[in-house]
């Protein structure tokens, strides 16, 4: 059954440094999405992607954060100076297209720890 | 503000029980209501979805949306220990672009 892969599983990393998380999305699917944990907190949407063009962004995903599909398969989120706060796990999403009748099939994460 | 709330739990039934989740929203406009089961420490699993009116179930569960009264719920029949975790309602809408949010889930415990 295809299913989102991401890597790595778990990245450490000081504070102020860029990161670049990986995703990819299932074969098929056309919209991409990143999504974000905080340890005991909702699950909270950051940005929606289709057609290499940021689809919706929430109120989270300032200037520090960007998206790209860089070729094909991947698509990857960067976080350009990472603050302590943007500790979380971070999940990657697919879907066929979007609006009513397409889900989102969600990759494992990428827990993000930030020192 | 969108708001999607759920009753944070922890709901604990015994083995063979049915376990009924809810969840209510704030945007009218919504257009589709997914529920994922999360375990601790994993990413969301999607269990069910729903986009009209009524009932749809899909074996051991069946999910209930009344957008009138803007409340969704998820019942488990037959819950097994396996059941245990935390069930996620997530809704889906357009303003100006879509968006999904998340309640905070329900913790749900079922003892053997």
């Not at chain 1, 056309?30 to 907190?41: E, N, T, V």
């Not at chain 2, 049915?18 to 699993?45: H, M, V």
Request: proline residues 4%; negative net charge.
């Amino acid at each position: 059954e295809p299913e989102v892969t991401q890597t790595p599983s778990h990245q450490v990393t000081q504070m102020g440094q860029e990161v670049i998380l990986r995703c990819v999305p299932i074969s098929n699917h056309l919209y991409f999405y990143w999504y974000r944990q905080i340890l005991g907190q909702k699950v909270e949407f950051l940005v929606s992607f289709y057609n290499n063009e940021i689809s919706e962004k929430s109120e989270i995903f300032d200037d520090q954060f960007s998206v790209e599909r860089p070729d094909g398969s991947n698509f990857t989120l960067k976080i350009r100076s990472t603050k302590l706060e943007d500790s979380a796990m971070y999940f990657c999403a697919s879907s066929e297209f979007i609006g009513a009748g397409y889900e989102q099939y969600f990759g494992p994460g990428t827990r993000l720890t930030v020192t | 503000q969108k708001e999607v709330e759920q009753n944070s739990g922890p709901l604990s039934v015994p083995e063979g029980a049915i376990a009924s989740l809810n969840c209510t929203y704030s945007d009218r406009g919504s257009q589709s209501f997914f529920w994922y089961r999360q375990y601790s420490g994993k990413s969301p699993e999607l269990i069910m979805s729903i986009y009209s009116n009524g009932d749809k179930e899909d074996g051991r569960f069946t999910a209930q949306l009344n957008k009138a009264s803007q409340y969704v719920s998820l019942l488990i029949r037959d819950s097994q220990p396996s059941d245990s975790a935390t069930y996620l309602c997530a809704v889906m809408g357009y303003t100006g672009g879509f968006k999904t949010i998340f309640g905070a889930g329900t913790r749900l415990f079922v003892k053997a």
